[in-house]
């Protein structure tokens, strides 16, 4: 289960805004001793909160405390120590011991400084008595929020996300669940100022809209989240073999037969290549350049895909050969009504100049 489902921040249907749900109520109770381990959550979830909005004649969406959080597995909070955005979540004892032992795996040396592992980051891990252990991120962001602009920015995404999961393959972990909401990016640079955690579009203050840079004028970096289905292998019983497991995609055909023993490497393959199509090859124009690449990462057959070192090597292989004008190109939807080309065209070129002039890379990767 995705640490990241409180970026949802519709209304719960069915429930007076007023009041604070089941969900809400595990952590409000644990709100004291939170704080003594050192992370303090927002005022909706302390004992004796009032809404803001009581005698005003505006929506409790147009405040900061109300915004809820849709499943009790995640929270968000802000470490007393210095001022950081975390997120919290409390592991479930059917996948808890894999996703901990999968996230101090790779937070600990010497992988964890390794510049090619981008899993996310293990903070802290907080016991409670009588409770599943909670463990503490930092706060990321979807990936696609705001949308990748140009081809450049798309390749800087892809190849950390494809080098994080082969770095994965060779500690011998599958992820067996890297699909789109999966994938994070740290903030941390594009919005210097934070954004409201629960609603990502809203500043910190809840004040005005969160201020955010390009990637281009700002690079970031992308991670890997949720390892409740990850599963370290041996290598010494050589390649690594389990049951199939469904995750948030559905759609590898080896989980039609999910009594048979399959390589999950095979399906983290089959993962990304299927993202990367149903989510940019079929919605956006001029991705012909990664078809031949993912038509290979979604064979049928798991076995005719190509290993994460072979999608690594071919992908930079495929970055070496776009040109810069392909690069700094404007990633614009199918079908899109040509007033709206023209208009966003004319900003992408502009703005596009100044990143030139600024000589800002074409491909943006972080220091």
């Known amino acids: 289960m995705s640490l990241y489902i409180p970026f949802l921040d519709d209304p719960i249907p069915g429930r007076e805004p007023e009041g604070i749900s089941n969900n809400e109520r595990w952590w409000v109770e644990r709100q004291e001793a939170l704080e003594q381990a050192g992370y303090m ?37 802000t470490r007393i120590s ?9 592991l479930p004892s059917e996948e808890g011991p894999h996703e901990l032992e999968i996230n101090k795996l790779f937070s600990t040396e010497p992988l964890s400084s ?11 891990v907080i016991e409670l008595p009588n409770d599943p252990p909670i463990i503490v991120h930092p706060l990321l962001r979807p990936f696609s929020n705001p949308p990748l602009q140009t081809y450049g920015e798309f390749v800087t995404f892809f190849f950390h996300i494809c080098e994080g999961v082969q770095f994965m393959h060779e500690n011998h972990v599958a992820h067996r669940d890297c699909t789109f909401g999966n994938m994070m990016l740290d903030p941390s640079n594009m919005f210097p100022k934070s954004f409201h955690p629960s609603a ?10 969160a201020k955010w840079y390009s990637r281009t004028r700002r690079p970031t970096r992308y991670f890997l989240i949720d390892f409740g289905l990850s599963r370290r292998y041996d290598p010494a019983k050589g390649p690594p073999l389990d049951l ?26 089959y993962h990304l290549g299927n993202m990367i199509r149903e989510y940019y090859i079929q919605k956006y124009q001029g991705f012909k350049f990664m078809e031949p690449l993912v038509t290979d990462m979604v064979q049928n057959d798991p076995t005719k895909r190509p290993t994460m070192d072979e999608v690594v090597t071919r992908f930079s292989e495929i970055r070496g050969k776009l040109s810069t004008w392909k690069l700094r190109s404007r990633i614009a939807r199918k079908y899109e009504l040509w007033p709206v080309t023209v208009w966003k065209s004319v900003g992408h070129w502009y703005r596009t100049v100044g990143y030139i002039l600024g000589r800002k890379a074409a491909i943006p990767e972080p220091k």
């Open 200 to 209: 990502i579009d809203r500043s910190k203050d809840f004040r005005r809209k």
């Open 82 to 90: 210095d001022g950081k955005p975390v997120m919290l979540k409390m």
């Open 41 to 77: 959550l927002r005022p909706r979830f302390r004992p004796g909160w009032q809404p803001s909005w009581i005698g005003t004649n505006k929506q409790f969406l147009d405040f900061e405390d109300g915004r809820s959080i849709r499943l009790r597995l995640g929270m968000d909070a």
């Open 114 to 124: 390794d510049p090619r592992n981008h899993c996310v980051r293990l903070l802290d």
């Open 244 to 269: 199939p497991i469904r995750g948030g995609d559905k759609s590898a055909p080896e989980h039609e037969d999910r009594v048979t023993l399959r390589n999950p490497f095979h399906t983290d393959v």
